[in-house]
């Protein structure tokens, strides 16, 4: 990330273009809709019901990001800082339209995310064993900040019921800035 791109992503309210075109921002509730169907498009996300996602750009906005790309939604992250530890930002959901992978918008999302919070020294995630878009997306924010990764099992299958695959909790940090 340019220095211009990092001192912009320090203000929530000014959105980063990234070098490929993709603009990041803070979620507003008009991105409710667009995020659900985000996230019901990728086919594999567990699918929240609208309302959540629209509670979620007002209640967790500062701790989430959208990506637009000529004019349309095409990826979002939603987070949440964890209550007992609250430099830690749990990354719950990443979500990247097809038309635009490839081009750093979950990278661009998730940097730009952390940019503005600079309280937060370490991210955290869940992510399914099988989940290799996830796995090298954590994995290069890691190399990116300078910063250790460490993989633990958070819940297991017969946890999480209806076969549902283990959930692997990713740790990063601490950051560097």
């Known amino acids: 990330m340019t220095d211009i791109m990092a001192a912009a992503s320090r203000s929530a309210d000014i959105p980063v273009v990234t070098p490929a075109g993709v603009t990041v921002r803070k ?16 086919g594999v996300l567990d699918l929240n019901s609208r309302y959540s996602y629209l509670l ?16 349309g939604a095409v990826g ?4 949440f800082r964890r209550p007992e530890r609250p430099a830690t930002l749990f ?5 990247v339209a097809e038309a635009a992978r490839g081009r ?8 730009a995310l952390v940019d503005r919070l600079p309280d937060v020294d370490h991210v955290e995630a869940s992510i399914a064993p099988d989940n290799s878009p ?14 250790a990764l460490a993989r633990s099992l958070l819940f297991g299958s017969d946890l999480l ?9 990713v740790r990063i940090g601490p950051l560097r800035r």
């Not at 209640?59 to 637009?68: K, L, N, P, R």
């Not at 750093?104 to 999302?109: C, N, S």
Request: hydrophobic share 45%; aromatic share 12%; charged share 20%.
């Open 27 to 42: 979620p507003s509730t008009s991105d409710g809709a667009t995020m659900w169907r985000l996230a019901r498009d990728t």
């Open 56 to 71: 979620w750009t007002r209640d967790f906005a500062e701790t989430s990001a959208v990506a637009w790309l000529r004019g």
């Open 76 to 79: 979002f992250v939603t987070g």
């Open 91 to 95: 990354v719950w959901q990443v979500a």
């Open 104 to 111: 750093g918008a979950g990278a661009a999302m998730l940097d």
């Open 134 to 147: 996830s796995q090298a997306l954590f994995a290069g924010f890691a190399a990116r900040r300078g910063a």
């Open 161 to 169: 019921g209806n076969g549902h695959r283990p959930e692997i909790l």
